[in-house]
C-alpha cells in the first residue's frame, strides 16, 4: 500500500558529503512527519534528524551543523545532506514516512530498508 525506498548511500571518505534520498510511493493523502534513524554495528537505532509539517525540525547533537534534512512534497521524497562526514557516521540509514493513506484516513509509520553509509579512508 505505501512503499519507502532510500537510496544514495556508499562509500565516502573522511570530510566529504553524501546525499540520502527517501522516495515514498502508494496510496498517500499525507505524510505530517518524516525521519532519518541509522543504526551503527552493535548499537541501537537512532534518530538523526526528523522534519514535521514542513517547517519543524531536529537534529541529534552529533550532526547538527553538519547534516541537513529537507523534503520535497510534489515528490513526497525526504533528503539528507551530509557534509563534513565522519567514520562515526557510518551507519546504515533508516526513512521512516508517518503516512496518512486515503483509505485509512489514520497516520502510521512506514520504513524504508535502510542504505548503508560508510566514511572511511
Not at 551503527?40 to 526528523?50: F, I, Q, S
Not at 546504515?92 to 579512508?121: E, H, P
Amino acid at each position: 500500500q505505501v512503499q519507502v525506498v532510500e537510496s544514495g548511500g556508499g562509500l565516502v571518505q573522511p570530510g566529504g558529503s553524501l546525499r540520502l534520498s527517501c522516495a515514498v510511493s502508494g496510496n498517500i493523502f499525507s505524510i505530517p512527519d518524516m525521519g532519518w534513524y541509522r543504526q551503527a554495528p552493535g548499537k541501537e537505532r537512532e534518530l538523526v534528524a526528523g522534519i514535521a509539517r514542513d517547517v519543524f525540525t531536529n537534529y541529534a547533537e552529533s550532526v547538527k551543523g553538519r547534516f541537513t534534512i529537507s523534503r520535497d512534497n510534489v515528490k513526497n521524497t525526504l533528503y539528507l545532506q551530509m557534509n563534513s562526514l565522519k567514520p562515526e557516521d557510518t551507519a546504515v540509514y533508516f526513512c521512516r514516512a508517518n503516512v496518512i493513506t486515503k483509505t485509512a484516513m489514520l497516520g502510521r509509520d512506514y520504513w524504508g530498508q535502510g542504505t548503508q553509509v560508510t566514511v572511511s579512508s
